[in-house]
C-alpha cells in the first residue's frame, strides 16, 4: 500500500513538473516574441521613422524639382550656342546631383527600411568635414542576419571610417547591394597605406589604432564575432582609386 501510495506521489509530482516546465517553455517563448517585437518597434523608431519624413520632405519640395526642370529647359531662350547651351545644362545638373540630399535618394528604393533608414541616420549625422557618397547597388536587400546584429556590424563599420577621417577633409565611400540573398556592403575612407601586419590585427579583441578610450579596440572585434556567428565573412584591405589610398571594409552576410 506505501509503494502505491509513493508511486502515485511520484506521478503526481512529475504530472506537475511537466505542467510546470510547459508553462515556463511557453512563457520563455512569449516573452521571446514580446521582446522581439519591442527590439522591432525600437528599430522603428529610431530608424525607419525618420527616412518617411525625408520622403516626406522630397514629396513636399516637389516644387523645387519643377523649377530646376524649367530651368534647364529654358536655357535655350538666352544660349543661341548648342555646344554652350549643352555645356551649361551638364554644369547645371552636375551642381544638382552634388547636392547632400541626392546622396540620400538611393536609400528610398531599398527594401530593407530599417536598414535603409539606419544608413540615413547616420549619413546625415557624418561630420562636416567628410563627404560621403553613397552607391546603391540593388534596391532589394535580403539576409538572414537579424537587424539588431547587421545594425551594430554596419555601425562599427561607419563610425570607424569617420573617427578615421580625423580633422581633415575626408571621404568615404559607400556601396551597398544584394547577391545570392546576401547583404554585400563596402565602405572605404581616404586614408594613408596601413602594413599588412598591421591590418591583420584590425579584428583582435582589444586592438586598436587610438589609445585614447579604454572601450576602444572592441568594434571591429565585435563586428567579426557577429560575422563568424552568422557564417558571413568581413575583410579589410588597402585599395588606390585614382591614385590615393583608402583603406577598405568588405562585409558580406
Known sequence: MNN???????????IVLIVLLAI??????????YLKQEDELRLY???????EEFIKEIRARQH???NHLNALLSMHLTIDNYEELVKSQAEYIREL????????QGLLKISNKV??????????ASPPNVQVELIVGSKDIFTNVPEMDAVEVLGT????AFEACGKEEGNVKIYLTSEDDRLIFIIKNRHEKIPINELSRFFERGYSTKNTKESQGYGLYNANRIMKHWGGD???ENEIILGENYVSFHVEF
Open 4 to 14: 502505491i501510495t509513493i508511486f502515485k506521489s511520484l506521478a503526481i509530482l512529475l
Open 24 to 33: 515556463y517553455l511557453l512563457w520563455k517563448q512569449k516573452l521571446m516574441i
Open 45 to 51: 523608431k529610431l530608424y525607419v521613422k525618420p527616412l
Open 64 to 66: 523645387e524639382f519643377d
Open 97 to 104: 546631383i552634388s547636392l547632400p540630399e541626392h546622396n540620400y
Open 115 to 124: 536598414l535603409a533608414g539606419f544608413l540615413y541616420s547616420k549619413i546625415i
Open 157 to 160: 563599420l561607419i563610425d570607424n
Open 234 to 236: 568581413i575583410y579589410v
